[in-house]
């Protein structure tokens, strides 16, 4: 396997951390031999092991600022999740209906 080589220059903020102590953090990090982006990913508590993330340039992360910052977050979850039991009840219907066939 290659051997990734980053830099964090600063943790920025915790977004949670689960039961092993992996924390999914918001860095400026630098990888290879590049300029440092923003980078969204759980890591170990040493740094050394990491998930896979998103990685994104200064322009990218305020045009996702803006966005977060202009939509009801708790609205859309609330539709999509209402979206999703519209979607499992037909779902639903269609087998039962299939299967009395």
Do not use: H
């Amino acid at each position: 396997m290659a051997v990734v080589n980053f830099e964090i220059y600063k943790v920025l903020g915790t977004l949670s951390e689960n039961k092993d102590g992996w924390k999914k953090q918001l860095t400026c990090t630098s990888w290879g031999r590049y300029n440092p982006k923003f980078d969204l990913r759980s890591w170990d508590s040493e740094y050394n092991g990491m998930t896979k993330g998103i990685t994104l340039s200064l322009e990218e992360i305020v045009a996702l600022r803006d966005l977060l910052n202009e939509v009801d977050l708790e609205t859309a979850y609330e539709e999509s999740v209402a979206e999703r039991q519209v979607a499992k009840a037909a779902e639903k219907a269609a087998e039962k209906e299939s299967a009395d066939e």
